[in-house]
Nanobody, 113 residues
Framework: VQLQASGGGLVQPGGSLRLSCAAP????????MGWYRQPPGKEREMVAI???????HYVDSVKGRFTISRDNAKSSVYLQMNSLKVEDTAVYYC????????WGQGTLVTVSS
């Protein structure tokens, strides 16, 4: 199963980026979808998740700045990132979690002036 993540790039502090991740329909409609990130030299951490019933949960450091959403028609999950900080720099990964786990390839987000 392949998850296709995209949308990373270089942005200045205070800027915005939107990450996208597409999943197979049969996975997307029942699985919890999430975004994780791994900053340079650090461990991977959960950023935000959204369940098939649209429950959402965020790590404290991004609350009020990031928004996770899912589009069932496109079998896609998004992460809108606003007010980006230097410490948000990381490789961001999409994950589908249910009976099994599936990871997308990472997309690099660099926040720098």
């Amino acid at each position: 199963v392949q998850l296709q993540a995209s949308g990373g790039g270089l942005v200045q502090p205070g800027g915005s980026l939107r990450l996208s991740c597409a999943a197979p329909e049969d996975i997307f409609k029942t699985y919890t979808m999430g975004w994780y990130r791994q900053p340079p030299g650090k461990e991977r951490e959960m950023v935000a998740i959204t369940t098939s019933r649209y429950y959402t949960h965020y790590v404290d450091s991004v609350k009020g700045r990031f928004t996770i959403s899912r589009d069932n028609a496109k079998s896609s999950v998004y992460l809108q990132m606003n007010s980006l900080k230097v410490e948000d720099t990381a490789v961001y990964y999409c994950k589908a979690e249910g009976l099994l786990e599936y990871w997308g390839q990472g997309t690099l987000v660099t926040v720098s002036s």
